[in-house]
């Protein structure tokens, strides 16, 4: 499976970005994908999971009712929906095919980072 981020960019804060990653494999839609991030300094976090179906998503508590995960499979297409940015969302941010755990996501497959950038 391969994987493109792409969306990222610089956004003043209470502001709105969509991150978009496309999938693409034989087998991409039948994996749980989701987001994570790194902020300079900092290690990997987990932000999202979507289910292969779409019908189950899980979020970290800091970005939870500011973001939505969403999954178009007939595009092969994630989103991340972010508004209400906060400076401290400012991140690295990758999209990740694998298998959903019970605190976030294990990732198998991993695209490149798109950057987000918040101003305050």
């Known amino acids: 499976v391969q994987l493109q981020a792409f969306g990222g960019g610089l956004v003043q804060a209470r502001g709105s970005l969509r991150l978009s990653c496309a999938a693409s494999?034989?087998?991409?839609?039948?994996?749980?994908m989701g987001w994570f991030r790194q902020a300079p300094g900092k290690e990997r976090e987990f932000v999202a999971v979507i289910s292969w179906s779409g019908g189950y998503t899980y979020y970290t508590d800091l970005v939870k009712g500011r973001f939505t995960i969403s999954r178009d499979n007939a595009k092969n297409t994630m989103y991340l929906q972010m508004n209400s940015l906060k400076p401290e969302d400012t991140a690295v941010y990758y999209c990740?095919?694998?298998?959903?755990?019970?605190?976030?996501?294990?990732?198998?497959?991993w695209g490149q980072g798109t950057q987000v950038t918040v101003s305050s």
């Open positions: 494999g034989r087998t991409s839609g039948s994996y749980d």
């Open positions: 990740s095919a694998g298998a959903r755990t019970s605190t976030g996501m294990r990732g198998r497959y």
